[in-house]
């Protein structure tokens, strides 16, 4: 038989195998859809075989369909066309399945006849959350299989599941212990010598019981919760319930419209930009291809408190050995025992076994000594936001640190251009700004002076993959990219809780629009002494406003930090964190605006929105100007992995360019109107690109 370049097609007796052999990770793209549509052909005109056998060589059966073509014209015929292919042979077909199967992937196999899978391979339908459905049949034959019910619970929750799981419900016909050809093998044999023939799914009836009007109802609302903003869970509701009513070719037909009709929607744009977004951070112009990574295989940290602790964790759970550094035994002793606590709390879940743990905090050693970290490629300081104590750590690092070994900062605010110039080698000093809780949160900003060399830039950037972090590089400015955008957008949240909102009415709003939580409850949780902290230190960084963050301040003056003491704008009873109104909060709020000289008046809900989120636009434009950030998803990446920002809007450029770049500046001029033009200038990028008619992509084009 022949042999294409990217589909095999080999005899194995009276069993044809069909080979997919497209790295990384058997993407279906249009030549594996020829090369596939060309193997049809193949076994269709072969003599004497009885069943065939479909599988891929590497690290997982087909991943999916090609995200790429997203944007281009449809292909979801050519799909329904080549899977209706597979199914309509007259000879048994058995997907040999292993790795993550998702998306199309699993459609494929859903048109097989027979699915069979090595232990340990995952499936899913992750669609949804791609602003889209399933659209290669898999709203059509899931149900068919599974019923409605249970199809829609798949692909609404889009999280994979296990074999076990998939064999409950009745997708996966049989776990293959061992090599997984020989064993699909022995299992077609055995299907034949039982007389099974082909087993189509497309002819399969869908229960009816499992798709009353009291289930679709039940699928719409949970549609409805879990994807609030967004219509492609209830669109795929409305495909997946179809299939209870329509033969398998109209269904598939319906199937094909509204996926099609979802691409077009900005939910769908926003979520697919946030997929490319982050898979181009890593790309770093100027950096010459020669340029290589040094091997990361030791790392040391300063200061063992919570965000010390929390880059531990990152380090050991890639297996790289850490030591962790702080300045007396009391406070190491501390760190040390809150990593346990850490490691036991996720053997508890089920998330580690008990070897796992001790296997990871084996890999973290404490230490007093300076001394300790000569051998470490890369050591990053992670104390409080202090100058002249950062500069004396550098120093001290200067003298014990190996030669090309990587200084890193985690600072948030502070200059790390001065920072770098307390060492005589600032070509070996970059930001690396996590996110609390460090071992959770994917952002790391990684933030290179006007001194630190490629080498260092491509070093970190590519650490970032095994500490399990998505990086986005910075220039130096205070705030970087996302704390500098956040001033704006949370100095209006507290300009309006003074102005006479509830601090619920100003969450709300900002967490019904999709924020992951509102800003004020943010602060709330981290601590508004922190704020307090920083923006007492950073004074000289702010413009002359009486009113700048004062709700932070009154809040503070009256003892009132967040969560940590139970009272902020929120109360809280002791061990939880639900929100309750507070009564004293608000006065105090209406107490310093009073001394302000701040009228209280009525917001609507899209008056906060415009306020918070048109300052935070604003600001992601200027920074982009400056070429702080080095693109413009660049920036969405920060917001959408370090602060909340929903994905189905893509980002805070993305959006900005979503509602239009003239509505942002008239919304600014609007509110300098009101307010003055200390906070509303519009960005002169976005003046001129709204003057001259051009987006931010057209700018960004421009300068490539």
Known sequence: MSNPSVV??????????????????????????????????????????????????????????????????????????????????????????????????????????YRVAAPGTRFGMPEVTLGIIPGAGGTQRMPRLIGVEKALDFILSARPVDTAKAIELKFLDAVIEGDLLEGTLSYVRSLLAAGHGVRRTGELSVDPA??????????????????????????????VSAAARLPLQEGLELE????????????????????????????????????????????????????????AICFANAGIPVTLIDSTREALDRGLAGLDR?????????RLTAAEKDQRLALIVGSLDYNDLQSADVIIEAVFENMDLKKKIFAQLDQVAKPGAVLATNTSTLDIEAIANATSRPQDVIGMHFFSPANIMPLLEVVRTQKTSPTTIRTVMDLAKPLRKTPVLARVCY??????????????????????????????????????????????????DVGVNVHTANADQYPPDPSYYQADFALHEAGRFGQKNGK?????????????????????????????????????????????????????????????????????????????????????????????????????????????????????LLERLVNEGRSLADWEASRQ
């Open 8 to 113: 095999n097609v080999q005899r194995h007796g009276e069993v044809a195998v069909v080979t997919v052999n497209n790295p990384p990770v058997n993407t279906i793209t249009a030549t594996v859809r020829t090369d596939l549509a060309r193997a049809l052909d193949e076994v269709r005109g072969a003599r004497d075989l009885q069943a065939v056998i479909l599988r891929c060589e590497g690290s997982t059966f087909f991943s999916g369909a090609d995200i790429g073509e997203f944007s281009g014209p449809p292909r979801e015929e050519e799909y329904r066309q080549l899977f209706n292919g597979w199914e309509g042979l007259t000879i048994p077909v058995v997907a040999a399945m292993h790795g993550t199967v998702m998306g199309g992937g699993l459609e494929i196999a859903l048109a097989c006849h």
């Open 256 to 311: 094909t419209r509204l996926v099609n009709e979802c691409k077009l929607t900005d939910e769908s744009r926003g979520a697919v930009h946030a997929f490319f977004a982050d898979r181009e951070t890593r790309r770093i112009p100027g950096i010459p291809a020669d340029v290589k990574a040094q091997p990361i295989r030791s790392a040391g940290i300063i200061g063992a408190g919570t965000m010390g602790t929390g880059i």
């Open 210 to 239: 499992t798709a009353t009007p009291e289930v679709i109802e039940r699928m719409r609302a949970l549609a409805r919760k879990q994807y609030p903003n967004r219509g492609a869970g209830l669109v795929a509701v409305e495909a």
């Open 479 to 528: 705030g970087f990219i996302g704390n500098r955008m956040m001033e704006g957008y949370a100095r209006e949240a507290e300009r309006v809780v003074l102005e006479g909102a509830t601090p619920r009415q100003v969450d709300s709003a900002l967490e019904e629009w999709g924020m992951a939580m509102g800003i004020l409850a943010v602060f709330d949780m981290a601590g508004i």
């Open 568 to 684: 902020g704008y929120y109360r809280y009873e002791p061990g939880n964190r639900a929100r309750l109104d507070d009564p004293e909060a608000l006065a105090i709020l209406r107490a310093r605006a009073a001394k302000l000289g701040i009228e209280q008046r009525e917001h609507s809900k899209q008056e906060i929105l415009e306020r918070c989120l048109y300052p935070l636009l604003n600001e992601g434009i200027r920074i982009l100007e400056e070429g702080v950030a080095l693109r413009a998803s660049d920036i969405d990446v920060v917001w959408l992995a370090g602060y909340g920002f929903p994905r189905y809007r893509g980002g805070p450029m993305f959006y900005a360019q979503t509602i239009g770049l003239k509505t942002l500046r008239d919304g600014m001029l609007k509110y300098q109107r009101t307010f003055g033009p200390m906070h509303w200038q519009p960005a002169p």
């Open 342 to 350: 850490t490691y036991t709390s996720l053997v508890e879940r089920g």
